[in-house]
């Protein structure tokens, strides 16, 4: 397992990665080009600056956190084969700067939703919060507007302006596109690539949808166990595999995570661990990512990680808002680099109890 922090590029980030490598075990980075809209090619330039950003602060590249997918191969439109064309030259090109793990998303529309963005803890932090009710009754265009005001002024990963100004004319290009449609233009974009990840050994680690379940009636497709066994058997090939988000899959009460990843031996390629505290039934609020502050058993999570041989980069999620932190919601330092601490006493626990 390699430790890892998120980081959103000069002039994206406030957190310099000077601040990042000071963090106990911390080996890299996961980035992305953030001005790169899907559809578009990387150009090795780009990708050779990040990498010496990171380089020169002690860091590598862990992994791209995403090469986001593009709606026409999302709802198969018919440019979609332009677009999976430029997907794999982006492919080529971060192969062969040397670059083995890509995270993406397949949900429609927008990538994860909460309702809240900062809502107020007993213990004075804050953090991000879903309540289906309150998603129920509102459009989404109101919600924008309130993300908007909630987010410090940063920008969100995966609601950046340029899509979410076309909100309406994106979901019209779903409009015929349920679950089974969905999951068949998954397969056809997944075999178009896997030829340039044999080629490089670039592992694809889709990240589960977030919550784990269909929002604003928009599909979902990888949301627990089964499901996305389906997808790894669409397409069965080994660079086909997941990001472990447990805080995405643990959304849903009903999702046995230690199961699910000791099921996905060689198929985690990523993982995201966090705490999420279930409060009912579509309602639950991010939280530290130690157990006893969650819904969910990191210690187990962390074993069953540790049991499948999980060796690829690792990193805390979403944080709580603590110290006076004015960062980009769930993405500020303090609480992730209590995150990374914490995990980190996990699994130097768990080795040298596999090796009394
Ligand atoms: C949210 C993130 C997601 C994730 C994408 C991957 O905080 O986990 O935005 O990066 O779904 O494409």
């Known amino acids: 397992m390699k430790m890892t922090f998120r980081w959103f590029g000069t002039g994206h980030d406030p957190i310099p990665l000077a601040h990042i490598r000071q963090i106990p075990g911390c080996v890299g980075v996961i980035t992305t080009l953030y001005d790169k809209q899907p559809g578009e090619t990387w150009e090795r330039d780009r990708i050779r600056a990040l990498k010496k950003d990171a380089a020169d602060n002690g860091l590598e590249i862990s992994g791209i956190e995403s090469v986001n997918v593009s709606d026409a191969i999302k709802a198969a439109l018919s440019d979609r084969d332009r677009d999976i064309e430029t997907y794999i030259k982006t492919l080529d090109m971060l192969g062969s700067e040397g670059i083995r793990m890509v995270c993406y998303n397949f949900m429609p ?12 803890r007993s213990d004075g932090s804050s953090v991000l919060a879903y309540d289906q009710e309150r998603i129920d009754g509102i459009d989404p265009e109101t919600m924008l507007a309130d993300m908007d005001s909630a987010s410090n002024g940063f920008m969100l990963p995966g609601w950046e302006p340029e899509r979410m100004a076309r909100i309406k004319e994106l979901f019209q290009l779903y409009r015929d596109v349920d679950s ?14 896997m030829p340039v990840c044999d080629k490089w050994g670039i592992d694809m680690a889709i990240h589960p949808d977030d919550p784990a379940w269909p929002v604003f009636g928009l599909p979902r497709i990888v949301t627990g166990k089964e499901s996305i066994h389906r997808l790894l058997k669409a397409v069965d090939n080994p660079h086909n595999g997941v990001t472990l988000c447990t805080g995405s899959l643990g959304s849903n009460p009903a999702n046995d995570i230690p199961d699910i990843i000791r099921s996905l031996k060689g198929r985690v390629h990523f993982a995201h661990l966090r705490n999420v505290k279930h409060r009912s039934p579509g309602k639950f ?22 049991d ?30 209590l995150g990374i601490a ?7 626990a768990i080795d040298r109890e596999g090796r009394r």
């Open 109 to 120: 529309v927008f990538d994860w939703t909460r309702s809240e963005l900062a809502r107020p």
């Open 180 to 193: 089974e449609r969905l999951l068949e233009n998954l397969a056809y974009f997944l075999r178009a690539i």
């Open 285 to 306: 609020e991010e939280a530290a990512h130690l157990s006893e502050d969650g819904s969910l058993d990191m210690y187990e999570i962390a074993r069953a990680l540790r």
């Open 308 to 337: 499948i041989g999980f060796d690829g980069p690792l990193r805390p999620d979403h944080g709580r808002m603590i110290w006076g932190e004015k960062g980009m919601p769930g993405y500020g330092l303090y609480d992730r680099a």
């Open 342 to 348: 914490y995990l980190n006493g996990l699994f130097e």
